[in-house]
């Protein structure tokens, strides 16, 4: 099994230094802002009907709110006043018919039913498991520092940092436990059967170990230039990412940043057709800080 080697593992923990939660907004490009000509339309049902989004919740900025679906694409999409916001059953004493959009988290993965408005999509129902929300609001409830939802996004990861570390003080490198790999067709982010399995078996071997974090890093071949790589492997990696969370039941506030790395590092020589197919893969590295490592080997 091949590990990410020292330089390569500080470069991408130096790049996700911070770990994404059900509450915090893994870091994406800026959303583009939509115009809003008018006031959104007060009732839904009669506006065409737009696709079903599954995935989660990257942004948030006022009345847009943006979602990377399962193929890893970013969605932007508005939320109005007659929006449903909807849970799969109440907890904690919440109505599921009566959630307001406050219950709209980063990092939240969701099911977006849309409709056709203004050139664009506003969302007309927005679903959610208890499961996901309850640990989101734990999280922003529980953590020491209570943050402005208008702090940018590496402060709210600061901030769930700071409720994952908890007595283990500052951590700022990992050990490597464990690393597992899917490959892709080229030009292709979809997972088969069998790499379905697999990630799942990695995440119950992560969900074994005390503290365990994972981290999840795309690659491509050296076919294609180099922006269309690099989005060819984030979008790989929010593929991996989306499964692990939504059918392998991993916490998205136990999973660091996901990364895209497009070419780089490469695994084997991509002059062969071998080579270029060991290189479009997606890893998904289990990580137990250093500090934690330290004390579990010591018996403490």
């Avoid at 109005?80 to 009566?98: H, N, P, Q």
């Avoid at 990992?174 to 697999?198: C, H, I, M, P």
């Avoid at 989306?242 to 990364?259: E, F, H, I, S, V």
């Amino acid at each position: 099994m091949k590990l990410i080697n020292k330089v390569t593992a500080s470069m991408l923990l130096a790049a996700v230094a911070i770990p994404a939660s059900a509450v915090a907004a893994q870091p994406t490009e800026a959303m583009d802002p939509i115009t809003i000509e008018g006031q959104l339309p007060a009732d839904l049902d009669e506006l065409p009907e737009g696709p079903k989004i599954k995935g989660f919740i990257t942004a948030r900025n006022g009345a847009q709110m943006q979602v990377m679906s399962e193929d890893g694409t970013n969605v932007s999409v508005l939320v109005a006043e007659a929006t449903k916001v909807r849970s799969t059953g109440g907890f904690l004493g919440l109505d599921k018919d009566k959630l307001t959009t406050d219950a709209l988290l980063s990092g939240l993965p969701v099911t977006v039913e849309t409709a056709q408005w203004g050139g664009g999509l506003v969302a007309t129902k927005v679903s959610m498991k208890d499961k996901d929300l309850k640990t989101a609001l734990m999280i922003q409830n529980g953590t020491a520092q209570r943050f402005d939802q208008q702090d940018t996004a590496i402060a709210e990861n600061a901030a769930a940092t700071e409720a994952l570390r908890g007595r283990f003080g500052d951590i700022d490198q990992y050990n490597v436990k464990s690393q597992t790999s899917v490959y892709f067709d080229t030009g292709k982010w979809a997972l088969s059967s069998s790499d379905e399995v697999r990630l799942c078996e990695a995440a119950a071997e992560a969900d074994a170990m005390d503290n365990a974090l994972l981290l999840v890093v795309g690659y491509t071949d050296s076919v294609g230039d180099e922006d269309y790589n690099q989005v060819l492997s984030e979008r790989r990696a929010g593929r991996v990412v989306n499964y692990l969370q939504q059918k392998c039941g991993w916490a998205p506030y136990r999973m660091l940043t996901p990364t895209g790395m497009a070419e780089s590092d490469p695994a084997a020589d991509n002059e062969t057709e071998e080579g270029k197919a060991l290189n479009r893969r997606v890893t998904v590295n289990i990580l137990v800080s250093k500090a934690v490592d330290g004390m579990e080997q010591a018996g403490l």
